[in-house]
């Protein structure tokens, strides 16, 4: 599960990036909502690969399910939650890029 750490880290490092690049993101308020909706989006996708993966587990320790029988939807959520990850650095870039050039 430290693909958890790694994404979740990515994110957590965002919204502290997002808090130092706050002059930024208030000089273009429509790209600071979509920072933030990107960077809550991400972390309950995360929340729910690790959930989806943990109740997993559970399932398969109590002898319901078997190892054939996983299915790729906490894998979705990880990458998922990395592409609203990105996209959220995107964001930052084009909002900086947007405030430079005005």
Request: aromatic share 12%; charged share 15%; proline share 1%.
């Amino acid at each position: 599960m430290s693909l958890t750490t790694y994404v979740g880290g990515g994110l957590g490092a965002l919204a502290l990036f997002g808090d130092l690049a706050k002059d930024v993101l208030n000089e273009c308020v429509w790209l600071r909502a979509i920072f933030f909706t990107l960077v809550f989006l991400g972390a309950a996708l995360l929340v729910h690969a690790r959930q989806s993966a943990e109740w997993f587990l559970i399932e398969v320790e109590r002898g319901n399910k078997t190892a054939s029988d996983a299915s790729s939807e906490p894998f979705k959520s990880y990458k998922l939650a990395t592409v609203a990850a990105a996209a959220s650095g995107g964001i930052l870039v084009a909002a900086s890029w947007y405030v430079a050039t005005k």
